[in-house]
T-cell receptor
Framework: KAGVTQTPRYLIKTRGQQVTLSCSPI?????VSWYQQTPGQGLQFLFE???????NKGNFPGRFSGRQFSNSRSEMNVSTLELGDSALYLC????????????FGAGSRLTVL | QKEVEQDPGPLSVPEGAIVSLNCTYS??????FMWYRQYSRKGPELLMY????GNKEDGRFTAQVDKSSKYISLFIRDSQPSDSATYLC????????????FGKGTKLTVNP
């Protein structure tokens, strides 16, 4: 059974640019969540999508957005990049109901110069 | 005060030692408690999942939750070098919610 796949694994951007990250969940999983991981703040919840609808949202500015497609694949976008956006962005999928057992991908490491 | 506090370590122990990892939290609404393990350059993987107070054992791992003290623990018996990783506690208010609140993680090294 394939795991959660995130692309790209590594990317470098400059301030002011925008970036789009992609996540393919485990087959059959309808929920996709996104987290930001930094050394200073640890893992922080960005948002969760279930059946193409945003179901939960964390405390991040509007520059961070996401969407989910009908096949449950998800993308997140960060616009007007800032140096502080440098982080590991983790996607997790789950069935979306019952126990909140998340399966994480390996992450996309974003460096903003 | 952060919602979840976790000592970042690092923690270094000899092979075979018993390891104790802990988190405290301030939100009394948390009911679901998890421990994740994260190896370098990998995503976190779920180790233990418990609901409300009590103990749960799985092989060499035991998770304890004390809701009255707002304190959770993970014990690793007979630790192995392969247990070297960062351990993250996580919590949520309700099941089916993918909005988890994580501790910052404790980096553990088990020396052969």
């Amino acid at each position: 059974k394939a795991g959660v796949t995130q692309t790209p694994r590594y990317l470098i951007k400059t301030r002011g640019q925008q970036v789009t990250l992609s996540c393919s969940p485990i087959s059959g999983h309808r929920s996709v969540s996104w987290y930001q991981q930094t050394p200073g703040q640890g893992l922080q919840f960005l948002f969760e999508y279930f059946s193409e609808t945003q179901r939960n949202k964390g405390n991040f500015p509007g520059r961070f957005s996401g969407r989910q497609f009908s096949n449950s694949r998800s993308e997140m976008n960060v616009s007007t990049l800032e140096l502080g956006d440098s982080a590991l962005y983790l996607c997790a999928s789950s069935s979306g109901s019952g126990a909140n057992v998340l399966t994480f991908g390996a992450g996309s490491r974003l460096t903003v110069l | 005060q952060k919602e979840v506090e976790q000592d970042p370590g690092p923690l270094s122990v000899p092979e075979g030692a018993i390891v104790s990892l802990n988190c405290t939290y301030s939100n009394s609404a948390f009911q679901y408690f998890m421990w994740y393990r994260q190896y370098s350059r990998k995503g976190p993987e779920l180790l233990m999942y418990t609901y409300s107070s009590g103990n749960k054992e799985d092989g060499r791992f035991t998770a304890q939750v004390d809701k009255s003290s707002k304190y959770i623990s993970l014990f690793i018996r007979d630790s192995q070098p392969s247990d070297s990783a960062t351990y993250l506690c996580a919590m949520s208010e309700r099941g089916g919610s993918e909005k988890l609140v994580f501790g910052k993680g404790t980096k553990l090294t088990v020396n052969p």
